[in-house]
């Protein structure tokens, strides 16, 4: 539908993803190469900037959705939008001793193997085994658990006690998930559009790029607070315990600077992740999060969202500034299509009232499987579409986690999903075209061709639009080439904070040895009682 011009208000780009869960075959290529790229250093050990969930499941960290224990995202307070963790009194009561925070346990203690022990260990009549050892005191270890650690053991009575969104649904759901099918989530920072742990963070440090809406850490301003911690409900900042700050998932921005995708889509096995950019109303944004019925939260989220083949958008945008190359991409988006045109996406705890731009197209298989396992025809349209709503994985669970609690959003999103199976199923065998299938859904056969390309046969440039970075303000001062080209750029850490000598080995004093962060205490697990060796520095330059 057209917008009337007045209700063009600010116009913002934003870079989205889409995660197709149909095709994630829980491989976690993602979370390694993701791993490998931007937390291989010390201090990071526990960090998964992306990881692949079953679900049912727990999580990474254990309950992370479980907000009132873990006080993260917004409220409303009297028509208000507070955050959850409290306001900037609350919060300052909480600097040095904030309860509220996942502990190494809810995350995972990492560890490694001993695996100079397979080449040094004398002769003998047993064979050499390499321990495990914890990566953040060296020390044996018991290995209990990792962020991928629940794989394929959804519905096991374990697993289900500890889902945060499990618990909200009734007995009998609980029952029926004893032989559910399970799936494969896998999460990244959200890159909100009403993001959190911004509004949380006591120094400044973590901001929204206006240019393409990716949410970063200053690492220069961050004093490691960890407000923003508590601050995000999906528990995607971490505490680097050795340089004192915190990190965050940055949607990989040199990638995206350069028109290339981020690196957890660039490796993933199953083609599943679209990346693109949305026009958002910036001025719609506040009052969507601020809806009063979450259920409400979808529609309002996708209102914000603005039509780029409306001309008046694309005057708008290019009165804000954003280039004409952004505008086009924008028009072919692959997730705007599946978010806003074909709404099959949907986003992740709208209830949290982030405004999440990372959305999901729900899991169709197990209605498939189940219709086959009882001897009827899996594709066929009206048993699909009679089969949605005694699904094995549970309609409303399926709500609980993408539209706080609305099961018609997603009961439509499968339905568009069942119509384009069965549509193509009778194009691919050569069977006369039923075009009651896809007016059943709203849409005619050309959007479900449409469609069945983007989902199952898009190429590397339909599934990726990225245009490349550009800046919306110039003073002229900005040193040339990427900022971590030269020393103590912007972000960039110091080389000796990750420096540990060999026992027993002497070690020159660096040139600037001041900065240096060795002998700081590690926060990582302290309980905030009491004042940790090493906290403040003492008289003459020691610790106190």
């Not at 390694?32 to 992306?50: D, H, I, L, M, P």
């Not at 509004?199 to 809406?213: F, N, Q, T, W």
């Not at 396992?373 to 349209?381: K, L, R, V």
Request: some cysteine.
């Amino acid at each position: 539908m057209p917008r009337d011009e007045a209700t063009v208000g600010r116009c913002l780009a934003q870079v989205a993803m889409v995660m197709n869960l149909d095709k994630c075959i829980g491989c976690h290529t993602c979370s390694v190469t993701c791993k490998q790229t931007w937390t291989n250093r010390s201090g990071t050990e526990y960090a998964w900037f992306n990881n692949v969930e079953t679900r049912p499941g727990q999580g990474y960290p254990r309950g992370y959705e479980d907000q009132d224990r873990w006080k993260g995202g917004w409220q409303l307070k009297h028509g208000r939008l507070v955050p959850r963790s409290g306001g900037r009194a609350r919060r300052l009561a909480r600097l040095f001793a904030n309860p509220e925070l996942p502990s190494l346990n809810d995350y995972y203690e990492p560890w490694t193997y001993d695996y100079d022990n397979l080449i040094t260990a004398p002769l003998g009549d047993d064979v050499p085994t390499a321990a495990p050892r914890s990566q953040i005191d060296g020390r044996p270890t018991a290995v209990t658990w990792g962020p991928n650690w629940d794989d394929d053991l959804g519905g096991g009575p374990r697993h289900l006690a500890g889902d945060p969104v499990l618990r909200d649904l009734n007995e009998q759901v609980r029952l029926e998930y004893e032989q559910a099918f399970m799936f494969y989530l896998p999460r990244i920072c959200e890159h909100c559009l009403n993001p959190s742990c911004v509004a949380v963070c006591p120094s400044g440090a973590l901001y929204k790029r206006i240019e393409d809406g990716i949410v970063l850490v200053d690492q220069d301003r961050c004093r490691g607070w960890r407000m923003c911690v508590t601050g995000c409900p999906y528990k995607k900042v971490y505490f680097n315990h050795t340089t004192g700050k915190a990190e965050k998932c940055t949607l990989c921005y040199p990638r995206i600077e350069a028109g290339q995708p981020t690196v957890c889509s660039e490796t993933c096995v199953g083609r599943l992740r679209y990346l693109g950019v949305i026009l958002y109303d910036a001025d719609k944004a506040g009052e969507a999060a601020a809806t009063a019925d979450e259920k409400d939260l979808y529609q309002a989220q996708l209102d914000c969202f603005l039509d780029p083949a409306d001309p008046r958008v694309a005057a708008a945008a290019e009165a804000a500034g954003i280039p004409h190359d952004w505008i086009t991409a924008a028009r072919r988006s692959p997730v705007y299509d599946l978010i806003s045109r074909y709404k099959v996406a949907l986003p992740l705890h709208p209830e949290y009232r982030t405004l999440p731009m990372v959305w999901y197209v729900p899991p169709l298989s197990p209605v498939v499987e189940s219709l086959t396992a009882t001897g009827h025809d899996g594709e066929d349209p009206a048993k699909l579409f009679a089969a949605i709503d005694s699904l094995r994985i549970p309609v409303s669970y399926l709500a609980g986690l993408f539209t706080a609690g609305d099961p018609a959003p997603v009961e439509a999103a499968l339905c568009r999903l069942a119509a384009m199976r069965s549509h193509m199923r009778r194009v691919n065998l050569g069977e006369e075209q039923d075009p009651a299938i896809s007016r059943a859904v709203g849409m005619d056969t050309g959007e479900i061709e449409a469609m069945y390309r983007l989902l199952a046969l898009a190429k590397y440039d339909e599934r990726y639009v990225i245009p490349t970075g550009y800046h919306t303000t110039a003073t002229g001062d900005e040193p040339d080439g990427c900022s971590l080209d030269h020393d103590h750029g912007p972000g960039m850490y110091d080389a000796e904070a990750f420096h540990t000598p060999l026992p027993g080995t002497a070690e020159p004093e660096p040139e600037h040895a001041g900065t240096s962060l060795r002998g700081r205490v590690n926060l990582l697990n302290w309980n905030g009682r009491g004042r940790p060796a090493g906290l403040f520095p003492g008289r003459e330059g020691h610790q106190a």
